[in-house]
């Protein structure tokens, strides 16, 4: 039998004794016994990688433990008596809060600002399957297909989300016009004379064919060479898009695919 496409499941990597899968991706997510915690390096390792938040910590008192067991013991006495005098009646959890819950256990939830938002995103998901859409989106949206539409759900393709590298070098023109474009104090450093819109604070736009912003970041600080100063920065950023055009202030317009920016990253040079 195949194991569920969310859920726990032995650690591949084998660093732990589980590890917790969203729509059959491996995330972050580990455990070891009752011990949960996070590996990123051992995520990084397998295929089809995710990231999910942590689940959050509680620590409990220990004069508490007592009371706490007690009203454990009297809930499953209650609970069973309330069976026993409700034999047919149907406890399958619908379809809502078995999507609900697993949008809080994969670390989703977060994402919207209300159960009522989640379930109508859920619901507008499967709408545009059955309009016609393409089938692809996030493991939010996946969520909802598996509860909402599942007969979408084998051609569903969970959209996969990577943080881009990138770096922008500015080449000094004193060779060349006998006036230096780099500014540095030796730590640090940025562009000077026809190239002063270059420094840390300088941003660095991602958007999509149409022109709509995806991704917005700073070049940070400069680092001193010889003859250059170089920048170096990341951007998270989702597959789906036909291309991806970057800009680092007014210096022109780059165009990647998806899997230049995930296995290539951006690679700028300007002056000299």
């Not at 009522?116 to 393409?134: M, N, S």
């Not at 909402?148 to 051609?155: G, H, I, L, V």
């Not at 730590?187 to 991602?206: K, L, M, Q």
């Not at 022109?252 to 700028?268: K, M, N, R, S």
Request: hydrophobic fraction near 35%; proline fraction near 6%.
């Amino acid at each position: 039998m195949d194991p569920p496409p969310t859920g726990w499941r032995p650690d591949p990597t084998g660093r732990h004794e589980g590890r917790y899968y969203v729509t059959g991706r491996p995330t972050n997510r580990v455990r070891n016994g009752r011990s949960q915690t996070t590996d990123e390096v051992g995520g990084r390792m397998l295929p089809q990688y995710v990231e999910v938040s942590a689940p959050g910590r509680h620590s409990v008192r220990s004069s508490w433990l007592g009371t706490g067991a007690l009203t454990v013991i009297v809930v499953l006495v209650a609970g069973m008596v309330w069976v026993l005098q409700h034999p047919h009646r149907d406890q399958a959890a619908s379809p809502e809060a078995t999507y609900l819950s697993v949008l809080r256990d994969a670390g989703w939830a977060g994402a919207f600002s209300s159960d009522d938002d989640a379930l109508a995103h859920g619901r507008r998901v499967c709408a545009q399957l059955e309009a016609g859409g393409p089938q692809q989106g996030l493991p939010a949206d996946k969520i909802a297909v598996d509860q909402f539409c599942p007969r979408f759900s084998d051609n569903f393709h969970v959209l996969e989300t990577t943080t881009v590298t990138g770096t922008f070098v500015l080449i000094d023109a004193l060779d060349r016009t006998g006036i230096s474009s780099i500014a540095t104090d030796g730590a640090t450093c940025r562009g000077s004379d026809g190239f002063s819109d270059i420094g840390r604070d300088t941003r660095v736009i991602v958007k999509n064919g149409t022109g709509e912003t995806l991704a917005t970041t700073a070049l940070g600080d400069g680092h001193p060479a010889p003859g250059s100063c170089t920048f170096a920065f990341t951007f998270p950023i989702t597959e789906g898009q036909e291309r991806y055009v970057v800009s680092v202030s007014h210096r022109g317009e780059f165009t990647y695919g998806f899997d230049q920016l995930q296995h290539a990253g951006v690679h700028i040079r300007l002056g000299g």
